[in-house]
């Protein structure tokens, strides 16, 4: 693993780790006031208050916290949708994955974030559609990557195999064809991670997030704008914190997509 | 195309349900006015009539009537077209010179200081989202402009210097990748080696050399990077207050005046699939191997 | 260095002339760029809503009478004199001669007809005009230089409707040719700039009317001093003091107090507070759905608030807290007393409401206390609402939050009754703008309180032909009985940061606050 990959991994952790704990880790209730507005960093608030007099240490775990969790769950659909998709086109026959193909490219030719604009629009703003629009907006990306890794899977001998000891279509889907498709999704849902993360912080950046009381990276991202010059802090720490995390997942994506040794 | 136009058109009406009954919500319309919008927008049709009608109006050029503004949808985009026009048009410049250049310099010398860093920053301009470059770049202009103060006329709404910096350094990552990567491949390629042990020097004309059989890899790419484009202006208009297509979208989206949107959506879709057939072309024109084997 | 003597000294003889009351031999020079903070859905005055939209147009058009700036007294317009009949239901107006629209036709009786016809056209849709125009029954052109409005019934914001742009008098022609779909980018009228070219949601350029002659008293020029004003949009918060300081805009509204402070220190403009008279910023209360249909809810949850520290940390010190249903700056308001921030006293009052807590959570009956605020996007709406919501929470009320980006999601959420507290106030100068509210089938009847006393006294406050003393009497009671049911959550009277270049002189606002007089505004070289 080289020295990028490792800055990753630890910056990933980190992320993680203080999302995890972020309750614990908060010391006030995220919408309270508990100081002047912009106050300076000190020992009862660490980062200082943000432009309502908020803890912004306690409103930077918490969203943190809130936007990982949005775009993981935005990466579960998208993944649990393409693989579905992938697999019905590999083992459904020829007519069904025509279909499946035909579905998949007429949706690439919107890109995955105007999709996912295009199905807020229809849902109407907040989190939860948001992250369903993420969702769907990159599956059909996904699902194109997904079949033809299932497809490369499927010309194994032992595949014929199973099906030739009369397996049905689906006990090969997930006994055989999925866990050998392992090794290439994995990275590839890493690296659907780091986008339903561009795409969850980029919609709650255009204001499309819902409750501004509830912290999240995006949204703060947008709303520390009016205090760009007078408080540059509010928008540059959950700004750098969307880039590096977006940054070491496709390092890592990357890392295990190549698990050889490294090339220097 | 279509089928673009049929997702745009389906995933609005599934979702969005009757878009009158906010105009009457609203004030803008009686009930009996919501009632004859509907029927004029034939919105009480059954749902393939009114796709049947959506696509007939396409092939015409029209895309219907804005819910708010009742104008046309093509003249609303048309209105906002140049600027957004400017924006991609610098952006495009923008990322073909930093794309490349990077591409280059990390592909050509890998092993030096100067490669490995072309390399950090073009795995940084894939990474960082253009909200927040956009941000930095404001920043950056603003403390520049404590020096110098002049420096300030770059933030101006007119100058598409910033944003477009901004979008086409985002957009360029990919396409120094696919240089990057092509370089890489073409350094130990025979023809290299041949071309060394015709006594040409290594230097520019070698770099030419190798960086042909890159090329068509990092033209389709960059098509490809026309979506990410796309999705940028809307981001890039909003972090720089521009006019434009992308803030018309998130307007639109916003207020749900769906016939705008769908038709920014089809816009959308048309120009992403003619750049792709463009691209495609150019590649082989580019590199005849590509049209011998295909 | 002798020029810029020479042109000292001209300005000298200007400020001279100005101060002398005679006209100095006036010149325009010069490209002015106004921010806009909205992007309105249309812009035609006469059917759109906005006041955003007067910014520019106030200056397209004149109306048949005029407010004074400071006083508010009603000056002649296009009208050169008018009388009110003892019934308070006919008005004549006398017309101006020799009036021209910027298209060249002759302004007369039958231009007032036709633009009242305009904006009362159930076609046209007017979402504004027509209910300033109140109980009107007809209008009638007695001659080409008479008419005369005909009320149903008495109605004294006349005179102040009839000043405002939204009945601003348009080229019947333009409005005929054009039709109510496009006319908003072809707009017409007699005032001292012209309309050259609307590009929704990029720009909107005027040009100086060197016709313009009929100009009323309130203005100091006979004739706009600068060639071209070019209004842009700067919808976004964040946006409006870069756009200052890199010369996009020369002038911009609605800045935050702590750019406005920062822009004021860098001593290269200045800032204009300018107060906005009609409604406070506010919330209204749904008396309509529990758990705010109780009063001693509602109570104690305005006593929750901390009002004057939210709008200290919100507006900074440059903003009035409001007391009432009126800005203090309007006459028939009456400073109420509020109940004072008191945490304990809001337990207090929802405990003995049945309303307990255990556990942190307040619940009554097994319910816990559950509140929806909607807070439209625009003027710091969130931030307050925000505020609102941590000062609720700490009660052990479970609060949810919807801001709204549009004011028609805003009449969307209304019309579903889904809300206890809805942010939402309306400009004017006259009190009868409390009526649609606070009347029981009031259009903007959000709070749902009924009570037939209050509607008597808004008829009587607005329609009756009574005085202006016993008018502001009655506004007087309206407000008390406002605050006494706690029908609303006053935040504070809405003063507009506008910040200017310091090259921009003279600039003044009308009465109604928003609307700049760009006839008087000049560029310093």
């Known amino acids: 693993m080289n020295l990028r990959a490792r800055f990753a991994l630890l910056w990933v952790a980190v992320v993680v780790g203080l999302s995890l704990l972020a309750p614990i880790l908060s010391r006030y209730p995220p919408g309270q006031p508990v100081g002047a507005p912009l106050a300076s960093p000190s020992s009862a608030m660490l980062l200082g208050a943000d432009e309502l007099g908020r803890d912004l240490w306690t409103r930077l775990v918490l969203g943190g916290r809130s936007s990982l969790s949005a775009s993981a769950l935005a990466a579960v659909i998208t993944v649990i949708l393409g693989i579905a998709a992938g697999l019905v086109a590999a083992v459904g026959g020829r007519q069904i994955d025509v279909v499946v193909v035909f579905l998949v490219n007429a949706a690439l030719a919107i890109p995955g974030l105007l999709l996912a604009l295009l199905l807020v629009a229809g849902i109407g703003p907040g989190l939860p559609a948001v992250i369903l629009a993420v969702g769907f907006g990159g599956a059909p990306g996904f699902a194109r990557l997904a079949r033809q890794a299932f497809l490369q899977g499927q010309t194994a001998t032992y595949i014929s195999a199973a099906f030739a000891l009369g397996a049905g279509k689906l006990q090969v889907a997930l006994a055989h064809l999925l866990p050998n498709a392992r090794a290439q999704l994995l990275p590839l849902a890493g690296t659907y991670f780091a986008w339903s993360f561009l795409g969850t912080t980029t919609l709650t950046f255009l204001g499309l997030g819902g409750d501004p009381a509830n912290p999240e990276w995006g949204s703060m991202l947008n709303v520390g704008r009016s205090h760009l010059f007078d408080a540059p802090h509010l928008v540059l720490l959950p700004g750098l914190a969307i880039a590096l995390t977006i940054l070491a997942v496709h390092s890592l994506a990357g890392a295990l997509a190549q698990p050889g040794p490294p090339t220097h | ?294 | 260095m002798r020029r810029r003597v020479f042109l000292l000294g001209i300005s000298a003889a200007l400020v001279a002339a100005l101060a002398g009351g005679c006209a100095p031999a006036e010149t325009a020079r010069g490209t002015l760029t106004y921010g806009l903070t909205l992007s309105p859905t249309g812009i035609d005055p006469h059917l759109n809503a906005s006041a955003e939209l007067g910014i520019p147009l106030s200056s397209v058009y004149d109306t048949l009478v005029f407010q004074d700036p400071e006083t508010g007294e009603f000056l002649p317009g296009l009208a050169s004199s008018w009388s009110v009949s003892d019934d308070g239901l006919d008005y004549t107006f006398n017309l101006r001669p020799g009036v021209r629209f910027h298209d060249g036709s002759a302004f007369d009786a039958g231009a007032v007809v036709a633009n009242i016809d305009y904006v009362m056209s159930p076609d046209n849709h007017s979402q504004k005009a027509v209910f300033m125009l109140g109980p009107l029954e007809s209008v009638e052109a007695v001659d080409d230089r008479t008419v005369v409005i005909h009320l149903n019934e008495p109605f004294p914001p006349l005179l102040d409707s009839l000043s405002q742009v939204y009945l601003g008098m348009a080229s019947p022609e333009a409005l005929e040719t054009w039709g109510p779909a496009e006319y908003q980018f072809h707009q017409v009228g007699t005032g001292p700039f012209r309309f050259v070219e609307y590009v929704p949601n990029d720009h909107l350029t005027l040009e100086r009317n060197p016709e313009y002659a009929w100009g009323p008293e309130i203005y100091r020029n006979k004739t706009a001093r600068v060639e071209r004003v070019i209004f842009r949009f700067y919808v976004d918060v964040a946006a409006r003091s870069l756009a200052l300081e890199n010369g996009d805009a020369d002038v911009l509204g609605e800045i935050p107090i702590h750019e406005s402070r920062r822009l004021e220190t860098s001593g290269e403009f200045v800032v204009y507070p300018v107060p906005i008279p009609g409604q406070p910023m506010q919330f209204l209360f749904n008396t309509l759905k529990a758990p705010t249909d109780d009063l001693s809810v509602r109570l104690a949850l305005l006593t929750a608030l901390d009002r004057a520290g939210i709008v200290d940390t919100v507006f900074g010190s440059t903003s009035p807290v409001a007391n009432g249903p009126l800005s203090a700056s309007n006459w028939g308001s009456s400073a109420e007393r509020l109940p004072d921030h008191d945490p304990r006293r809001a337990d207090r009052l929802l405990t003995e409401a049945g309303w307990t807590v255990s556990g942190g959570v307040r619940a009554k009956d097994g319910e816990p206390l559950r509140l929806t605020i909607v807070a439209p996007i625009w003027g710091n709406n969130p931030e307050v609402a925000q505020l609102m919501q941590a000062a609720w929470e700490i009660l052990g009320a479970q609060v949810e939050l919807r801001v709204v980006p549009s004011f028609g999601e805003l009449k969307e959420s209304q019309e579903s009754g889904e809300y206890h507290v809805i942010g939402i106030n309306f400009f004017g100068t006259d009190p009868d703008l409390l009526r649609p509210m606070f009347a029981s089938d009031g259009i903007y009847n959000w709070t749902g309180y009924q009570d037939p006393l209050l509607d008597d006294l808004l008829v009587r406050g607005g329609s009756s032909s009574t005085s202006q003393a016993e008018r502001e009497a009655i506004y007087g009671q309206v407000s008390q009985i406002v605050i006494n049911q706690v029908l609303i959550v006053p935040v504070r009277d809405y003063v507009n940061l506008v910040v200017a270049n310091r090259r921009v002189q003279g600039l003044r606002f009308a009465y109604a606050g928003w609307f700049p007089l760009l006839i008087d505004l000049q560029l310093a070289s």
């Open chain 2, 1 to 294: 195309m279509w089928a673009a136009a049929t997702i745009a058109f389906f995933a609005l009406r599934l979702a969005g349900g009757d878009p009158t009954q906010s105009l009457v919500a609203q004030g803008l319309a009686s009930a009996e006015q919501a009632a004859a919008l509907r029927a004029e927008l034939g919105l009480d049709a059954p749902l393939l009539d009114q796709y049947a009608r959506f696509l007939v109006g396409l092939i015409q050029g029209n895309l219907g009537e804005s819910l708010y503004t009742r104008r046309p949808v093509v003249t609303t985009i048309a209105e906002q077209l140049p600027s957004t026009l400017a924006l991609a048009a610098g952006a495009i410049v923008v990322s073909l010179l930093i794309g490349t250049s990077l591409g280059i310099v990390a592909g050509w010398r890998p092993e030096t200081l100067l490669g490995r860093a072309a390399d950090a920053i073009s795995a940084m301009s894939t990474g960082i989202p253009v909200a927040v470059a956009g941000i930095l770049a404001l920043l950056a202009a603003a403390a520049a402009a404590r020096v110098v103060p002049s420096v300030l006329f770059l933030t101006r709404a007119g100058n598409v210097a910033l944003p477009a910096v901004t979008l086409g350094f985002a957009t360029s990552g990919a396409l120094a990748r696919a240089v990057q990567a092509g370089l890489a491949d073409s350094r130990s390629a025979p023809f290299i080696v041949a071309a060394r042990a015709r006594g040409i020097p290594p230097g520019w004309r070698l770099l030419w050399h190798a960086l042909r059989p890159a090329l068509p890899v990092a033209v389709s790419l960059a098509a490809l990077q026309a979506a990410f484009l796309l999705s940028g202006t809307v981001v890039t208009e909003t972090v720089f207050s521009r006019p434009g297509l992308g803030r018309l979208l998130v307007s639109s989206i916003l207020q749900g005046d769906f016939p705008v949107v769908q038709g920014l959506v089809v816009l959308a879709a048309i120009l992403y699939t003619t750049t792709q057939a463009i691209a495609d072309g150019l590649a082989v024109i580019l590199d005849p191997r590509l049209g011998e084997t295909s």
